[in-house]
């Protein structure tokens, strides 16, 4: 797998709170997407971050990627009970050229 | 907004019978993806195809072939279903690489008994 083990976690905080969710990866990437999977729904595109940003922001979402490191993190502030999802990373394998997905974060927020 | 249609949503096979899983979309993409996920796990790449009359292999074709007919339609067939194929299918079109996103249909549910 492209991904470590502590790609797969689970969270549950109360409404209001912030929070961050990590994954690293193995290869080489250029290019990390972050995705949110509602119940019941195909995965939606959240946020892209590039190896040349360090930090990309929309709106109450935070992207980092430390290529140094070979991670990426995505922090939402001020979560809301709408926010409980399953959140994904998703890197662009320069090699393979495809994009990969790690397990996610099962994030539960409650009002 | 990008619109990317499966059918059927449910759909309960026998073990060795032939399941076929549709995948439409207008969004007028070069590029489509099969892909499934396993509770408890990410998406992994069944498929894929970079328009009309192309299929390339994923990370984990096998038991699983796939056709694209037209720019709008790409179709995953199971020739032989097992048990462990039973997952969730999705479908999604798309730029290829890091740079393009993905939308994603709402998913097939297969069981194979």
């Known amino acids: 797998s492209q991904w470590g083990e502590e790609n797969l976690q689970a969270l549950s905080i109360q409404e209001g709170e912030d929070v961050t969710m990590n994954c690293s990866y193995k290869t080489y990437t250029t290019v990390v997407q972050w995705y949110r999977q509602k119940s019941g729904k195909g995965p939606a595109q959240l946020i892209l971050?590039?190896?040349?940003?360090r930090e990309k922001r929309s709106g109450r979402l935070r992207a980092t990627l430390d290529t140094s490191s070979q991670s990426s993190s995505l922090s939402i502030t001020g979560t809301l009970a709408t926010d409980t999802a399953v959140y994904f990373c998703a890197s662009f394998n320069t090699n393979t050229g495809k994009l990969t997905f790690g397990d996610g974060t099962v994030l539960t927020v409650k009002p | 907004e990008a619109a990317v249609t499966q059918s059927p949503r449910n759909k309960v096979a026998v073990t060795g019978g032939k399941v076929t899983l549709s995948c439409n979309q207008t969004n007028n993409h070069n590029n489509m993806y099969w892909y499934r996920q396993d509770t408890g796990h990410g998406l992994r790449l069944i498929h894929y195809?970079?328009?009309?009359?192309?299929?390339e292999k994923g990370d984990i074709p096998d038991g699983y072939k796939a056709s694209r007919p037209s720019q709008e339609n790409f179709s995953l067939i199971l020739e032989l279903a097992t048990p462990s194929q039973t997952s969730v299918y999705f479908c999604?079109?798309?730029?290829?690489?890091?740079?393009?996103?993905?939308?994603f249909g709402a998913g097939t549910r297969l069981s194979v008994l």
């Open positions: 195809s970079y328009g009309a009359g192309s299929t």
């Open positions: 971050i590039r190896s040349n940003e």
């Open positions: 999604a079109s798309g730029g290829w690489g890091g740079q393009n996103t993905l939308y």
